[in-house]
């Protein structure tokens, strides 16, 4: 099986404030993940989970090591690869949904995929939206605006809406937080369900242990450092 992703020592520290010596959030960062796998991230608020995360996505830049997704080298992509690579190499699914409240579910499934499709291939677009609402148990709810939807229902929009390009990853950051319990499991089942089926590589940050437990591999981040826990 080929790796999807390969970090190695990777570091990422910010400026202190008062121009004093670096705030390290993390270092020695080893991870590896295989392509089709899933992946939980867990640890303390503050520990860098999402920093991890944003820096796989390229939302922000490490200080140090080596990162390569899809067998692309991302510390050396110029900035209109860094877009195309945000686009087309991985999809997000954040806390909070992001839907645009004046557009209907369809259309903000829809949306990130505009800027691949003219005018004329739009229908192609419209039906693969409509295929992942159904695939998320929200085929009846195309028409509707996110208001007019559960808070269960428009984050599996969100998750539909990561996929309408056709990623080979999916980064979810704490994508059940906002959620109760029940619909926080019919989530992750949903993303499980998406990583089998499609063979999407799922790397999820989470707090729930529970969450975490349906990953293939779970991995401990605190302190600066990251371990294996399976």
Known sequence: MKKMIEISNLSKSYPSPDGEEAVNVFSGIDLEVEEGSSVAIVGPSGSGKSTLLNIIGLLDKPTDGKLIVAQKDLIKLQESEVSEYRNQ???????????????????????????????NGTGELNERANQLLGEVGLGHRTAHLPGQISGGER????VARSLINQPSVLL????????????????????KQLNDEKSLTLVMVTHSAESASQMKQAYHLDEGS???ER
């Open 89 to 119: 190499t991985v999809g997000f699914v954040f806390q909070a949904h992001h839907l645009l409240p004046s557009c209907t579910v369809l259309e903000n499934v829809m949306l990130p995929g505009l800027a691949g499709f003219d005018e």
């Open 155 to 158: 984050q599996r929009v969100a």
């Open 172 to 191: 979810a950051d704490e994508p059940t937080g906002a959620l109760d319990r029940k619909n926080s499991e019919h989530l992750v089942n949903l993303l």
């Open 226 to 228: 990251l371990r294996q």
